[in-house]
């Protein structure tokens, strides 16, 4: 072959002029290369005392004695990563295997700009098994036998990670000319030794580890942009100390994921694009009202939303000046044993740092609902704050983001665990500020798998906050239930504003976290609609012969809690809605029935709930205010007595009634249990009988100080 006499003059021309010492095989097949092997001379015979790795192992025997006996050891270090991984075994077995293999200093440069670190040892095992999958794939690629001058390997790497490759044509000078030779590069990395074979497969070395982003750097992602960013921001804007602590917590690494190399391919005909060229997708539903267009998503993103603290705020709040001076802090607000790692999910500086992330992107105006028709003209925002509740990457740990209305804040923004309105007079913690985008200047914060935004102090999930700050009413929208619907874009569209809004979102079952459903299940987050009955327009449905079960977002304190769903029944209009037992579970346990199945075509004012209209008892004249009030009290116990409750005050859909008076709006009391912090805990809906559908707008997790504590209408 014209290209394998190149080559082999290429590395002839290069070890002469540049004396390089790692030489181009020039072999196809792996029999062909152990033939040729054993023509040559043994190494006994070569030289009379056997005192090098080389003559007293065989390198060439299999990837793993290629990587750990190589003459000029090279590869030494990725061989200890690999030892340090159950692959090891492996690479010195008999199936058949590709090694991309960096050099020690390509290993150690990686390692030193991702990590940190010096040494391979310091490197957790989950993270040198991630490095190793990335290099490994396990088939025989020939790079020479590529004919193509890019695309991807024709197999994955052991992550299911898809390789990318470019050929470049370059020239080195030699005593007889330029001598044309093609530079193999996969994805970020260029080969610099092609198709060494050895007993087991195929190794290419090459100059740089290859990263986990395809042709993406990682500097695409939130820590490396983060640290892009400290090198140009202006010194009220770096948070370096922050992003050490990333790195110290290994937290990093989670920041550095972006698309699930597991996730099966979705036929262009259910997509997004499909709908966006065509009008049309080949999934529907058909409710009394309308038909539904739906698409699911072609990939299923990992993606985050960082909230740091820059160097200048740790300083002036808390005197904080490294990285020892934040563990030293974490260790105050956590306590625990301060000699932990600080990767180790138990130490204080990784809860620290863990409660300041979300596993879902979240820009600055998708925080809480925001639509100008929904925010302006829906809600009462004088008495109460749009809110969202979403868990975080601290295990177990809930946060509490509220915008309240710039009238009723000393300082315009976005709060994280606020509790209370001005208008009240119950106010009782400020909160913690998510600052403006307008006070970022020109710095991007947003990356490939989301972004971070600036707070004005230190998140703390400790006793203050579990017990008194988020000792609330905990209202979760359905949508937000899995980080799916939130990185998928289904939720927040508003409807009519544009052609991805038109759509409703499905998802694979399996790769929708927080969410289990059987096969008759169908379920579709929807978009936002100013015209339904349902807080902030938020919906999603839940249909056909369903049973579909969610885990519910943790509590923040063990006690007594009573768990709420939406009901929207529509007897008038539509004959869809039917019968569903609801179930609860703790943990690994078993479902227990909640109670007997509920009718969801019910009006409420059927005797069985017993709902009567405030407007209804204000319009009775005879009645002084204290007396209405008392009526309306009476009936809100009532309805409590039967299991239900009205719906809320603070949303309207016409300016004018709330949803607290609308006949098909209430919310069915599902159990009341008793919940620890630190457990999982599920809700279950399953069909039983009449008609198939079942909308769902939000949960709610109250606990007993609310609950039995006055609690008010909103």
């Not at 093609?182 to 080969?191: A, D, E």
């Not at 579970?585 to 405030?614: H, V, Y």
Request: a negative charge.
């Amino acid at each position: 072959m014209r290209l394998k006499s190149s080559l082999c003059m290429l590395s002839l021309a290069t070890t002469f002029f540049l004396t390089v010492t790692i030489q181009y095989s020039c072999t196809d097949p792996v029999k062909e290369q152990l033939e040729e092997k054993e023509k040559e001379p043994k190494q006994e015979e070569k030289e009379e005392k056997p005192d090098s790795i080389k003559e007293e192992h065989n390198f060439t025997a299999n990837i793993a004695s290629f990587l750990e006996y190589y003459p000029s050891g090279d590869f030494s270090d990725f061989a200890a990563l690999v030892k340090k991984t159950d692959l090891w075994n492996a690479l010195s077995g008999n199936d058949i295997y590709t090694c991309f293999v960096p050099t020690n200093s390509a290993l150690s440069q990686y390692l030193q700009e991702q990590y940190d670190v010096a040494s391979i040892q310091a490197v957790p095992d989950s993270i040198c098994a991630a490095i190793a999958k990335r290099h490994l794939i396990k088939a025989a690629i020939y790079l020479q036998d590529i004919h193509e001058d890019n695309g991807t390997l024709s197999t994955p790497n052991l992550l299911n990670e898809e390789l990318s490759y470019t050929i470049v044509y370059d020239s080195v000078f030699s005593a007889d000319g330029d001598i044309l030779y093609k530079k193999y590069i996969i994805n970020n990395s260029v080969v610099i030794m092609v198709d060494d074979t050895v007993g087991n497969g195929v190794v290419h070395i090459i100059d740089r580890v290859i990263d986990n982003s395809g042709s993406q750097e990682l500097g695409s992602f939130i820590p490396g942009l983060l640290r892009s960013n400290n090198k140009i921001a202006p010194d009220n804007l770096k948070a370096t100390i922050f992003y050490q602590a990333l790195v110290a917590t290994h937290l990093k690494d989670s920041l550095e994921q972006y698309i699930d190399a597991n996730y099966p391919v979705v036929g262009y005909d259910s997509t997004l694009a499909c709908y966006l060229e065509t009008g049309r997708t080949a999934s529907s539903y058909r409710t009394a009202f309308e038909t539904e267009t739906v698409v699911y998503p072609e990939k299923r993103f990992f993606k985050y939303t960082l909230f740091a603290v820059t160097d200048a705020t740790l300083k002036s709040q808390y005197g904080i000046n490294s990285l020892a001076d934040l563990r030293n802090k974490a260790i105050e607000v956590y306590g625990g044993d301060a000699s932990l790692s600080d990767y180790e999910k138990e130490s204080a500086l990784f809860k620290l740092i863990s409660y300041h992330i979300l596993p879902c992107w979240l820009t600055y105006d998708q925080l809480n609902t925001s639509q100008e028709q929904i925010i302006n003209q829906r809600v009462m925002r004088a008495e109460f704050d749009v809110e969202d509740f979403y868990e975080t990457m601290h295990p177990y740990a809930i946060m509490r983001i509220s915008t309240p209305l710039d009238s009723m804040v000393e300082k315009k923004g976005i709060y994280i665990n606020r509790k209370g309105t001005v208008s009240c007079n119950n106010l009782v913690h400020a909160g913690t500020r998510i600052w403006e985008p307008s006070e970022y200047g020109d710095l991007d914060c947003t990356t490939l798998n989301g972004g971070y935004h600036f707070i004005d102090k230190l998140l703390f999930f400790d006793a203050e906050t579990r017990t008194s700050a988020l000792a609330t009413r905990i209202r979760v929208m359905a949508n937000t239930l899995s980080p799916d619907f939130i990185n998928s874009g289904a939720r927040g569209r508003l409807h009519k504003t544009g052609p991805e809004s038109n759509v409703v979102y499905g998802f694979k079952k399996g790769f929708c976290k927080n969410v289990e459903w059987n096969e008759g299940t169908g379920f579709y987050v929807r978009y936002r609609d100013n015209q339904f009955t349902s807080l902030y327009g938020d919906e999603m449905t839940i249909m056909g012969d369903y049973d579909i079960t969610f885990r519910l977002p943790p509590v923040p304190h063990d006690g007594t809690y009573e768990i709420r769903v939406w009901g929207n029944p529509m007897p008038d209009y539509c004959n869809d809605r039917g019968v569903a037992q609801f179930y609860f579970r703790s943990g690994d346990g078993a479902f227990q029935e909640c109670g007997n199945p509920i009718d969801m075509s019910l009006w409420g004012t059927d005797p069985q709930i017993g709902l009567i209209k405030d407007s209804d008892i204000k319009e009775n004249e005879e009645l002084s205010e204290d007396e209405i009030e008392a009526k309306i009290r009476a009936n809100d116990l009532l309805m409590r007595s039967n299991g239900y409750m009205k719906g809320v005050d603070c949303y309207t859909t016409d300016h004018n009634t709330t949803l607290r008076d609308y006949e098909n709006c209430y919310r069915i009391i599902v159990c009341k249990e008793t919940m620890q912090s630190g457990t999982d805990y599920y809700i279950r809906l399953r069909h039983t009988d009449g008609g198939y559908v079942c909308p769902f707008n939000f949960i709610e997790i109250v606990p007993q100080s609310v609950f039995e504590g006055n609690e008010d209408k909103h």
